[in-house]
């Protein structure tokens, strides 16, 4: 009896505090993460005053030793769950940062009136500017304008198509324009692709139509004079070659600015157009 009026026989441990259950209806809080515990014992273990202050990480893992005032960084296994939504970024393609480092469009389409003479008189800005938009419109219609223009100067397909009927004239006219149109597209389509072979982003609508376009309108002053001097004549054969460096000059700075290139890269590319306009048409009138 004594010895249980004195608590012997009892166990005299201190009674341990269970964990108090949520109400029905709320999750349990998610223990800490390592680095709260960390934090915690930390704490614990500092002198009297100098807790609260941030500790300073000396040779720590990367996770430990956060800066005073930041996020825990989170673990990658719970980067995507509920409440720790992974933070992402898009890449700008016209950014300078981003994957090609393409300049972005300096302004709106423009009108054909603008584009043809910013061909001639701004091409650097007109190209920058058009790199982005198809110009179908302008480039069929002016090559086809121009192929009809172009049999008259040459002399004997001029005078085949002067002393032929009508009937006979007026398709043979068509067809060379069309052919012209044609032939446009297929040199474009070299030059565009050829680009993309160098090293190039640029899109292939643009290139072709903007090739096309220089192919007509820097011939244009040959097949001016060619219509009333004739092909053979030797102003029109001077105009020519100087056309055709024009040309070379305009399909060089037009793929450097539609493709990101370099201009020695943006020449080679325009090599096989520049060739084939010279034997075609150049070299047609000397």
Partial sequence: MAGFRNGRGRDNRPPQQQPQQAPYGYNAAPPPYPQQQWQQQQQQTQPYGQQGQPQQSHGEPEYFGEPYGQQPRQHAATANNPGHTQMFSVDDPYGQGGPSG?????????????????????????FLQMRDYAVWGPALSVTFLYGLLAIFGFDQAREEAINATLSTAVPYVLMTALGFVVGGLILGAVTHTLARQLGGDGSWQPTIGLSMLIMSITDAPRLLF??????????????????????????TVMVSRSHDLPWPKALGASAIQLVALLSLIKLGTL
Avoid at 103 to 126: C, E, F, H, N, Y
């Fill in 226 to 251: 060619a219509l009333f001097l004739g092909g053979e004549n030797g102003l029109v054969q001077v105009i020519g070659w100087a056309t055709w460096l024009a040309a070379g000059a305009l399909f």
């Fill in 102 to 126: 393409a300049p972005a469009p300096t302004g709106p389409r423009l009108p054909w009136k603008q584009l043809l003479s910013g061909i001639v008189l701004r091409p650097a800005d007109t």
